[in-house]
């Protein structure tokens, strides 16, 4: 049981390009998350799944899209990397059909933009 | 809307000495309310989290957290802090019925021996 598993765990782009975050998870949890993490601002939800084939935005979700077409799997796909999107991702699932279920995390990917 | 204020950015305390965490939260209902550690370069770790009941929990480490309605409070308790509990710490609450949760903006822990 590897829990929430990410890659890569460090990535470095140039302004414009695109790649996929990608997060696996083996618990069989229907809802899982993507935030991004930066100093001072805690964890901001950028968009979520409560199952395959339903996703939704969160607070944050200009500049990234998602896709849940497994219950596994939820990458998040950046278009066209800008600077501000330097920062920590992490994900995370959790059980759905009962309010507040615990979320466990992946170890994050660092992403650098430049 | 949900809201969670974690007013301490750094708190620094002996090895020995007894810790509190402050969080504060803004919510309409009976909030779900959770306590994450995050060690650096690591994810996030949970703690502890209430739901309902008994408004005293504990959690791993021997960490506990009291939650006060009439204060809006959820603070993090340690009767005596280890070195190895030098982490960064996040108080989150859960939305009921839409899977979304609300991290404050963290508060780092720095234990000197």
């Known amino acids: 049981n590897a829990g929430v598993t990410q890659t890569p765990k460090f990535q470095v782009l140039k302004t414009g390009q695109s790649m996929t975050l990608q997060c696996a998870q083996d618990m069989n949890h229907e809802y899982m998350s993507w935030y991004r993490q930066d100093p001072g601002m805690g964890l901001r939800l950028i968009h979520y799944?409560?199952?395959?084939?339903?996703?939704d935005q969160g607070e944050v979700p200009n500049g990234y899209n998602v896709s849940r077409s497994t219950t596994e799997d939820f990458p998040l796909r950046l278009l066209s990397a800008a600077p501000s999107q330097t920062s920590v991702y992490f994900c995370?699932?959790?059980?759905?059909?009962?309010?507040?279920?615990?979320?466990?995390f992946g170890p994050g990917t660092r992403l650098t933009v430049l | 809307a949900q809201s969670v204020t974690q007013p301490d950015i750094h708190i620094t305390v002996s090895e020995g000495a007894s810790l509190e965490l402050r969080c504060n939260y803004s919510?309409?209902?009976?909030?779900?309310l959770f306590w994450y550690v995050q060690s650096p370069g690591q994810g996030l770790q949970l703690l502890l989290k209430?739901?309902?009941?008994?408004?005293l929990v504990q959690g791993i480490k021997g960490f506990e957290a009291e939650f006060k309605r009439s204060q809006s409070s959820f603070n993090l308790r340690k009767p005596s802090v280890h070195w190895s509990d030098a982490a960064e710490y996040f108080c989150a609450v859960g939305a009921s019925g839409t899977y979304k949760y609300i991290f404050g903006t963290g508060t780092r822990l720095k234990v000197l021996a």
């Open positions: 995370a699932s959790s059980l759905a059909g009962r309010d507040g279920n615990e979320q466990f």
């Open positions: 919510y309409g209902a009976t909030p779900y």
């Open positions: 209430y739901f309902s009941g008994d408004t």
């Open positions: 799944s409560v199952g395959a084939g339903i996703t």
